[in-house]
């Protein structure tokens, strides 16, 4: 691919968390190095977290920390200019000063389940909002949340691109997910569950299917197996299964084709989705799924799934065992082979890369002008910048006046022992007794 621009990319979100956000930045940057768009980037890694390619440049920064929010978009800016960079995108709501910005949003779960947006993460997401020169979202109602939540942002300045799903996961052999089974000790047939569980007040809404296992007369028949999220089984959940076996893994790509492939189905019962990229998976590997109809999950599914609703217990029973009738199964297993061929890695990586370059074409020409917001923003920035300065330098001042009574205090101990070693010998007794002398005769000191 002819050399364009420069793109740099913060790649902050590798160092908050491995989850599915991580995942898609993986991918995406993975088929750039595939199609040698991957030359045009500069990669920031933070920390040491960033996943290492060939190809690739990169800039090491230290971690991000939200109390320095300021400093660390002048931080991002240094690294721009340092570069001539065209444009950033940033993997996770940081935003340099002045450099133009695509911002990729993978969901509105803060906003649509009313959290603390003055929380310092989601004051960032507003921030980078704010900010961007265009956006990416990666669904429909992301699409539609965006605009909902945001109304000021200009809808021709969204574009809709679908997280893809790599081509490793297709359905495995028997051969592989019987020796996957035997690695992890599945003996039963098993239903999956991928990704959190119960995290952010509980939208993965896992605790629905618990709940039909715990009243479903069959459960004893079946083995539960959860892929990523927590490392212990929630209380809340363990309550309901205390007389199931229930394995918690953590495993890489290919494990994970035949965990999918060997599954009755992958239950994914969210309250909301972004995207839902475990169902995509899942479908492609030939594993049947049963998951709700609300944001994204229908969107991505298609006909491809059973569809329950998000706290009706019996109806989630009625699923697990409408997928196990074999004339059922067959044919959510066909749709979903299908309905999976309609998302591609490589087809997201493309038109991102086209995105970009469209953008910096326009904003170089003028034809895509920075908004009031932003430059409100940069102004707003700019205050922050220096009161963040101010509140290091007071820290650093505090840190400097504990240091030197920290040393006043050592060399008062040293002292203090030195005096007392002294008393003890026998200089210092013969000192004593010619001053008693002195004193007794009258002599002046």
């Given at each position: 691919?002819?050399?364009?621009?420069?793109?740099?990319?913060?790649?902050?979100?590798?160092?908050?968390?491995?989850?599915?956000?991580?995942?898609?930045?993986?991918?995406?940057?993975?088929?750039?190095?595939?199609?040698?768009?991957?030359?045009?980037?500069?990669?920031?890694?933070?920390?040491?977290?960033?996943?290492?390619?060939?190809?690739?440049?990169?800039?090491?920064?230290?971690?991000?920390?939200?109390?320095?929010?300021?400093?660390?978009?002048?931080?991002?800016?240094?690294?721009?200019?340092?570069?001539?960079?065209?444009?950033?995108?940033?993997?996770?709501?940081?935003?340099?000063l002045?450099?133009?910005?695509?911002?990729?949003?993978?969901?509105?779960?803060?906003?649509?389940?009313?959290?603390?947006?003055?929380?310092?993460?989601?004051?960032?997401?507003?921030?980078?909002?704010?900010?961007?020169?265009?956006?990416?979202?990666?669904?429909?109602?992301?699409n539609?949340?965006?605009?909902?939540?945001?109304?000021?942002?200009?809808?021709?300045?969204?574009?809709?691109?679908?997280?893809?799903?790599?081509?490793?996961?297709?359905?495995?052999?028997?051969?592989?997910?019987?020796?996957?089974k035997?690695?992890?000790?599945?003996?039963?047939?098993?239903?999956?569950?991928?990704?959190?569980?119960?995290?952010?007040?509980?939208?993965?809404?896992?605790?629905?299917?618990?709940?039909?296992?715990?009243?479903?007369?069959?459960?004893?028949?079946?083995?539960?197996?959860?892929?990523?999220?927590?490392?212990?089984?929630?209380?809340?959940?363990?309550?309901?299964?205390?007389?199931?076996?229930?394995?918690?893994?953590?495993?890489?790509?290919?494990?994970?084709?035949?965990?999918?492939?060997?599954?009755?189905?992958?239950?994914?019962?969210?309250?909301?989705?972004?995207?839902?990229?475990?169902?995509?998976?899942?479908?492609?590997?030939?594993?049947?799924?049963?998951?709700c109809?609300?944001?994204s999950?229908?969107?991505?599914?298609?006909?491809?799934?059973?569809?329950?609703?998000?706290?009706?217990?019996?109806?989630?029973?009625?699923?697990?065992?409408?997928?196990?009738?074999?004339?059922v199964?067959?044919k959510?297993?066909?749709?979903?082979?299908?309905?999976?061929?309609?998302?591609?890695?490589?087809?997201?990586?493309?038109?991102?890369?086209?995105?970009?370059?469209?953008?910096v074409?326009?904003?170089?020409?003028?034809?895509?002008?920075?908004?009031?917001?932003?430059?409100?923003?940069?102004?707003?920035?700019?205050?922050?910048?220096?009161?963040?300065?101010?509140?290091?330098?007071?820290?650093?001042?505090?840190?400097?006046h504990?240091?030197?009574?920290?040393?006043?205090?050592?060399?008062?101990?040293?002292?203090?022992?030195?005096?007392?070693?002294?008393?003890?010998?026998?200089?210092?007794?013969?000192?004593?007794?010619?001053?008693?002398?002195?004193?007794?005769?009258?002599?002046?000191?």
């Open positions: 691919m002819e050399k364009s621009l420069t793109l740099v990319i913060d790649g902050v979100f590798f160092q908050i968390n491995q989850t599915g956000i991580a995942r898609v930045w993986s991918m995406l940057l993975k088929y750039w190095q595939k199609s040698g768009f991957i030359t045009q980037i500069i990669l920031i890694d933070r920390a040491e977290t960033a996943p290492k390619l060939e190809g690739i440049n990169y800039y090491s920064m230290s971690a991000y920390d939200y109390r320095e929010r300021a400093l660390d978009s002048e931080r991002l800016q240094f690294v721009c200019d340092k570069f001539q960079a065209d444009l950033f995108i940033s993997t996770y709501y940081t935003t340099p002045t450099t133009p910005s695509i911002l990729m949003i993978h969901d509105m779960i803060p906003e649509v389940f009313g959290f603390d947006l003055s929380e310092l993460c989601w004051q960032e997401k507003y921030y980078s909002i704010l900010y961007a020169t265009r956006y990416i979202t990666v669904s429909q109602n992301t539609r949340d965006l605009l909902k939540f945001y109304p000021h942002i200009n809808k021709s300045l969204v574009s809709l691109v679908y997280n893809g799903v790599d081509k490793l996961f297709e359905p495995a052999s028997h051969q592989e997910i019987l020796q996957v035997e690695k992890i000790g599945i003996g039963l047939p098993y239903f999956l569950i991928v990704g959190s569980r119960m995290s952010l007040q509980g939208y993965k809404n896992a605790i629905v299917f618990f709940k039909a296992l715990s009243q479903w007369q069959q459960k004893r028949e079946f083995e539960i197996v959860c892929v990523g999220g927590e490392t212990e089984l929630e209380i809340d959940l363990f309550a309901l299964t205390k007389d199931l076996k229930i394995h918690l893994l953590q495993v890489n790509d290919l494990e994970l084709k035949a965990i999918y492939s060997g599954a009755i189905a992958l239950v994914y019962p969210s309250l909301y989705e972004g995207f839902g990229l475990p169902i995509v998976e899942a479908m492609a590997c030939g594993c049947p799924v049963i998951t109809r609300n944001s999950l229908s969107e991505v599914a298609g006909d491809a799934a059973i569809y329950v609703d998000e706290y009706d217990v019996l109806e989630m029973i009625q699923s697990l065992e409408k997928v196990q009738v074999a004339e199964r067959q959510l297993i066909q749709a979903g082979l299908k309905q999976a061929k309609k998302f591609s890695w490589d087809k997201m990586a493309e038109d991102i890369a086209n995105i970009c370059l469209k953008t074409q326009e904003v170089k020409s003028k034809q895509l002008e920075i908004s009031q917001f932003s430059l409100l923003w940069q102004d707003f920035r700019q205050e922050q910048i220096k009161l963040e300065n101010s509140r290091k330098v007071q820290a650093d001042q505090q840190s400097s504990l240091e030197e009574i920290t040393k006043l205090q050592r060399y008062l101990e040293l002292a203090t022992a030195e005096i007392e070693a002294m008393k003890t010998s026998k200089f210092w007794k013969i000192r004593s007794l010619w001053f008693a002398i002195k004193k007794q005769l009258g002599f002046s000191s």
